[in-house]
């Protein structure tokens, strides 16, 4: 079982629709939990940081931490076609040198 | 201000050559971490430095190595490259260590091997 498991899509959807993207994950460690966004051809940029469980929520953007079920989630209301990107989650324990371990990136398609 | 750069855009060499890529972190960033985003495979933890030292690796064959000049700028190194090494290599700088903070990325250095 890899260590963070990530449905690569693509997920295609209407403009305005809400997106749901999801990771889960086996390393019951990992407490710091961040959602990127990767333009094609374009470095991936941090969206969200979530320690712990929880939700956070910034403008169009939430994300959600369940560490009971290993499970986390990033919800898009509104969506624009601005929106059309890869979608990496990723986490780390904070405890050591690893770096981030990646989920794959599911794309993410907003149809006009 | 500036972000994280990387150099050259794209390489292409052929295979057993070496290829060198190199990276600029963000003023004031003293941790540099380098990742390889291979087709299907996602982004892999290749190395980190912080203030000169290599501080980890990831499971990456010892053809991969780099450094960190006093500067805080950053260079990998692939020797013996082989057709899987094609990838997108991916540096990334944060103040401190990048795994409870933000990375800054840049926007990757293509290579590929023929």
């Known amino acids: 079982q890899k260590e963070v498991e990530q449905d690569p899509g693509p997920l295609s959807v209407p403009e305005g629709a809400i997106v749901s993207l999801n990771c889960t994950y086996s390393?019951?460690?990992?407490?710091?939990f961040m959602w990127y966004r990767q333009y094609s051809r374009k470095g991936p940029e941090l969206l969200m940081y979530t320690y712990s469980s929880g939700n956070k929520e910034d403008g169009r953007f939430t994300a959600q931490v369940d560490k009971s079920s290993k499970y986390i989630s990033l919800f898009i209301r509104d969506s624009q076609p601005s929106d059309s990107a890869t979608y990496l989650c990723a986490m780390s324990s904070g405890g050591g040198a690893d770096g981030l371990t990646f989920g794959k990136g599911t794309h993410l398609i907003i149809q006009p | 201000e500036a972000g994280v750069t990387q150099s050259p855009t794209h390489l292409i060499k052929t295979r057993g050559q070496q290829a060198t890529l190199r990276c600029s972190p963000i003023?004031?960033?003293?941790?540099v971490y380098w990742y390889q985003q291979a087709l299907g495979l996602g982004l892999q933890f290749l190395l980190w430095y912080d203030e000169g030292e290599e501080r980890n690796r990831g499971n990456f064959p010892p053809r991969f190595s780099g450094r960190q000049f006093p500067n805080y700028s950053s260079e990998l190194n692939v020797n013996a490259l082989e057709l899987e090494d094609s990838a997108l290599y991916l540096c990334?700088?944060?103040?401190?260590?990048?795994?409870?903070?933000?990375?800054?990325f840049g926007e990757g250095s293509r290579l590929t091997v023929l």
């Open positions: 390393n019951s460690a990992f407490q710091y």
């Open positions: 003023s004031g960033h003293t941790s």
């Open positions: 990334a700088s944060s103040i401190g260590q990048g795994d409870t903070g933000e990375l800054f």
